[in-house]
């Protein structure tokens, strides 16, 4: 839903980064850079947990009174609940800071409006399956270590199957946790399947790390800007046709999921009784 500017408001978009793979901002940038072009805020700033500039950095870069903070993320778990609000001071939804108030959004991948942005890049990817003979695999890391961090693939892979959208299953898996992506050939029953990874960047996951898990690259390969995997598609494997997509945070619309999640934000600061808990 589009936003009334806020010519007298910051935006900062927070991403977690990556000292191995340069390329991992990259999705970041262009997110800020499309927002920046609708002239909804007076400055729009991206800041990183592994990059330059760093959080703690931000105080520093932003002129406005007010600041809106979108995490760049897709699950609320460690980074979200503890991270980012430690190290840019936040003490809840709204903080008063050095004469600034800040306003901390939700993560954009425990948005609905996910739900559009992965149909769009499934479609992408294998234009010309009929969905009735096709599983969908939304795939993510998994942890252990919060439960939050696999519940926003969760919801998604749910609201995709209500959606009418028509595919025979679709399917939450993870690197790390059950169900295992290296098991697609087994959890999928269908002869065409359309994996997209639910990550931000394309960085060593995407590119690197679930190839192998899926059987397309016999061993982890060179860096994330050497590769083309996802020009290969399809894939024959295992007696099926694979298609793998880039992940979904490199999609620019995802812009729109960020402006989203702030109009929500003013929605429930507004009205709380309208939402539900």
């Given at each position: 839903?589009?936003?009334?500017?806020?010519?007298?408001?910051?935006?900062?978009?927070?991403?977690?980064?990556?000292?191995?793979?340069?390329?991992?901002?990259?999705?970041?940038?262009?997110?800020?850079?499309?927002?920046?072009?609708?002239?909804?805020?007076?400055?729009?700033?991206?800041?990183?947990?592994?990059?330059?500039?760093?959080?703690?950095?931000?105080?520093?870069?932003?002129?406005?009174?007010?600041?809106?903070?979108?995490?760049?993320?897709?699950?609320?778990?460690?980074?979200?609940?503890?991270?980012?609000?430690?190290?840019?001071?936040?003490?809840?939804?709204?903080?008063?800071?050095?004469?600034?108030?800040?306003?901390?959004?939700?993560?954009?991948?425990?948005?609905?409006?996910?739900?559009?942005?992965?149909?769009?890049?499934?479609?992408?990817?294998?234009?010309?399956?009929?969905?009735?003979?096709?599983?969908?695999?939304?795939?993510?890391?998994?942890?252990?270590?919060?439960?939050?961090?696999?519940?926003?693939?969760?919801?998604?892979?749910?609201?995709?199957?209500?959606?009418?959208?028509?595919?025979?299953?679709?399917?939450?898996?993870?690197?790390?946790?059950?169900?295992?992506?290296?098991?697609?050939?087994?959890?999928?029953?269908?002869?065409?399947?359309v994996v997209v990874p639910f990550f931000?960047?394309?960085?060593?996951?995407?590119?690197?790390?679930?190839?192998?898990?899926?059987?397309?690259?016999?061993?982890?390969?060179?860096?994330?800007?050497?590769?083309?995997?996802?020009?290969?598609n399809p894939h024959r494997l295992q007696?099926?046709?694979?298609?793998?997509?880039?992940?979904?945070?490199?999609?620019?619309?995802?812009?729109?999921?960020?402006?989203?999640?702030?109009?929500?934000?003013?929605?429930?600061?507004?009205?709380?009784?309208?939402?539900?808990?």
């Amino acid at each position: 839903m589009p936003i009334a500017p806020k010519p007298n408001s910051a935006l900062l978009i927070v991403g977690h980064g990556s000292t191995e793979n340069p390329d991992s901002s990259t999705p970041y940038f262009d997110h800020a850079d499309e927002i920046r072009r609708r002239n909804l805020f007076a400055e729009v700033h991206c800041c990183f947990w592994k990059e330059e500039p760093s959080m703690r950095e931000a105080h520093y870069l932003i002129d406005s009174d007010e600041i809106y903070v979108v995490p760049d993320f897709i699950s609320e778990g460690y980074f979200t609940q503890d991270v980012i609000p430690r190290e840019l001071g936040l003490t809840g939804p709204t903080t008063t800071l050095r004469g600034k108030t800040w306003h901390y959004c939700l993560p954009v991948g425990v948005h609905p409006s996910m739900t559009g942005l992965i149909l769009r890049r499934a479609k992408e990817v294998a234009p010309k399956v009929d969905p009735a003979q096709t599983t969908l695999i939304i795939t993510g890391h998994g942890t252990g270590l919060n439960q939050n961090s696999t519940k926003a693939i969760k919801d998604q892979a749910t609201l995709i199957a209500n959606s009418g959208a028509g595919y025979a299953a679709v399917l939450d898996a993870y690197m790390e946790e059950q169900p295992f992506i290296a098991d697609w050939a087994t959890l999928a029953q269908t002869p065409n399947v359309v994996v997209v990874p639910f990550f931000i960047s394309d960085g060593l996951h995407s590119y690197q790390d679930i190839p192998v898990l899926l059987g397309i690259e016999p061993e982890v390969g060179p860096a994330a800007s050497q590769r083309e995997v996802f020009r290969h598609n399809p894939h024959r494997l295992q007696g099926k046709t694979l298609y793998y997509s880039s992940a979904i945070g490199t999609e620019r619309l995802l812009a729109d999921v960020i402006l989203d999640q702030i109009h929500d934000f003013d929605l429930r600061q507004t009205s709380p009784a309208s939402l539900p808990a």
